[in-house]
């Protein structure tokens, strides 16, 4: 994952350790918690909200989860061909539009 991650600048504050910001975005992400309720053991709080925003921008998650199926596809854990899309992630083109 470390090569798919913008390279820090060269100036300035040095950036606050990718593995760690990276748990506390996980953290907030599985448990629901606020950005400003991560445990101190995921560093500081203030990074993990604009990292994720960032990764975001520069469309670092798609790569991430790309190159992981690529990874697993690759070893055997997973097979390309059996692959489908729940309906629940892909709008109908003619719903019902009075459900909520």
């Not at 470390?2 to 390279?7: A, F, N, Q, R």
């Not at 950005?35 to 993990?48: F, V």
């Amino acid at each position: 994952m470390e090569p798919l991650l913008p390279k820090p600048a060269a100036t300035g504050r040095p950036r606050s350790n990718d593995r760690m910001v990276l748990n506390g975005i996980i953290c907030v992400l599985v448990s629901g918690c606020g950005w400003d309720e991560i445990p101190k053991t995921y560093n500081d709080d203030s990074a993990a909200n604009p990292r994720l925003r960032k990764w975001q921008e520069f469309g670092i998650w798609e790569k991430i989860l790309g190159r992981a199926i690529k990874s697993a596809h690759k070893s055997g854990r997973i097979d390309l061909q059996k692959i489908s899309i729940g309906s629940s992630s892909v709008p109908s083109k003619k719903g019902r539009r009075d459900r909520i």
